[in-house]
């Protein structure tokens, strides 16, 4: 917590106190002030307290234009990782878990861009031509190559390495709420932090305000799962990898596209984002009956929704053979998911569909055959996912708080 006032000592003795302002007692200052201050000062924002591998903040453009709306602030650091912010006056009523969630969408947006997409976008939120990206950083370091910085740009964006920020005033509560919200839904490879700015006012309005951010919440860098998948030759059936829970990775799916049977598979790239999306939106959007449950997160050709312990999920899938949902996880979380719900087996199988086995996590499958169409396969994905929340959700939930 910070102190009601700063005191500021002068050379000479005397004092004078800046009082901390109370919520929406900043003089007409907004989100819009708050986004465009921090973007003009960088140096104020405790990023070393955060991840100490990120230092100097190189400004990069304000209202990024992504798939999941505009993002408030974004900066390059030497690396050319992309450091994200997003600012709330956190008297909002949208604020907190929703701005948790709005931010992890822009980061999977851009996860997915290449660096001629970002060129793009920064061209069109700066309104300049060209190489954007790199003319700003050269400003910065006359000696880097074009070539080099393209290529550490890419890389950073297709490891999901970037710093997440949400700066905003009042950060009281909900912290707890919040990581467990990153904590369910990561599956990049970023750092987060929550930044507090506390503005101090002297009671003079000539005198202006001190601007003071600190760090209340943060994360250690989450590491992605990598998976890869060869080209099959035509009529081969691409797997899911096993992870070290026994269960298909939460990034595998399938390569060979939309779940739409064996015809489609063959020899081909995997199909873009957008193609997987529109199958699989239906299901993104549904709604489950455990108000706390967050939103199904789509990656590649699965969809993931996040449990209370930590780096475990369940997993809605497809492949050329198959539809199922699952219980799944990273290794260890995965075991100690398991081992959480030890002698309930009977009980969760109860409440799971017909069909359901549990051997090294619970599971349950469809062949594709099975279903009339599309519209069958996805109702059927998304009645079998909220069972599957019902189930585990609560149990793990009382858990993990033993």
Same mark, same amino acid.
């Given at each position: ?37 921090? /973007? ?18 190189? +400004? ?71 190489? $954007? ?15 080099? /910085? ?11 390495? @970037? ?28 750092? @987060? ?8 006012? @002297? ?15 943060? =994360? ?5 799962? $990598? ?30 596209? +939309? ?63 198959? $539809?199922?949902? /699952? @219980? ?31 051997? =090294? ?27 599957? $929340? ?13």
């Amino acid at each position: 917590m910070y102190g009601r006032h700063l005191v500021f000592e002068h050379s000479d003795g005397s004092v004078r106190r800046a009082r901390r302002l109370a919520l929406g007692d900043t003089s007409g200052r907004d989100e819009a002030w708050l986004r465009d201050f921090l /973007f003009a000062h960088p140096e104020t924002l405790p990023v070393v307290d955060v991840d100490p591998s990120y230092e100097r903040l190189i +400004p990069l453009c304000r209202e990024l234009g992504t798939e999941a709306g505009p993002l408030d602030i974004v900066y390059l650091d030497d690396r050319g990782r992309l450091v994200m912010v997003e600012c709330k006056l956190w008297r909002n009523p949208e604020s907190r878990r929703k701005v948790v969630a709005q931010i992890l969408d822009y980061a999977r947006a851009i996860s997915t861009w290449s660096y001629s997409d970002l060129q793009r976008r920064v061209s069109a939120a700066t309104r300049r031509k060209g190489n $954007v990206p790199f003319e700003i950083a050269r400003a910065v370091s006359p000696d880097l190559e074009e070539h080099v /910085f393209v290529d550490r740009v890419t890389a950073s964006m297709r490891s999901g390495r @970037f710093l997440l920020l949400i700066a905003g005033d009042g950060i009281r509560e909900d912290v707890s709420a919040m990581a467990e919200l990153i904590n369910r839904n990561a599956a990049l490879g970023f750092s @987060f932090g929550l930044v507090e700015v506390a503005l101090y006012g @002297f009671g003079d309005a000539e005198a202006g305000i001190v601007v003071q951010p600190r760090v209340v919440a943060r =994360t250690q860098i989450i590491e992605r799962s $990598v998976v890869l998948l060869q080209d099959a030759a035509p009529g081969t059936r691409l797997a899911a990898v096993p992870d070290e829970g026994g269960a298909p990775s939460e990034d595998a799916g399938i390569a060979a596209g +939309p779940i739409e049977g064996e015809a489609q598979v063959a020899r081909r790239a995997s199909p873009p984002m957008d193609e997987y999306r529109r199958w699989w939106q239906p299901i993104l959007e549904m709604r489950f009956d455990d108000p706390d449950q967050a939103p199904p997160v789509l990656y590649s050709n699965n969809v993931r929704m996040g449990l209370p312990l930590p780096a475990t999920w369940i997993t809605a899938y497809g492949d050329a053979r198959d $539809v199922g949902v /699952f @219980f799944s996880g990273r290794g260890e979380a995965h075991r100690r998911g398991m081992e959480l719900l030890l002698g309930q087996e009977a009980e969760i199988l109860s409440e799971l569909p017909e069909g359901s086995v549990h051997d =090294t996590s619970f599971r349950t499958v469809r062949r594709q055959a099975s279903f009339a169409g599309d519209d069958e396969k996805r109702a059927w994905l998304a009645a079998t996912a909220n069972a599957y $929340v019902n189930a585990l959700r609560p149990r793990l939930r009382s858990a993990v708080k033993l």
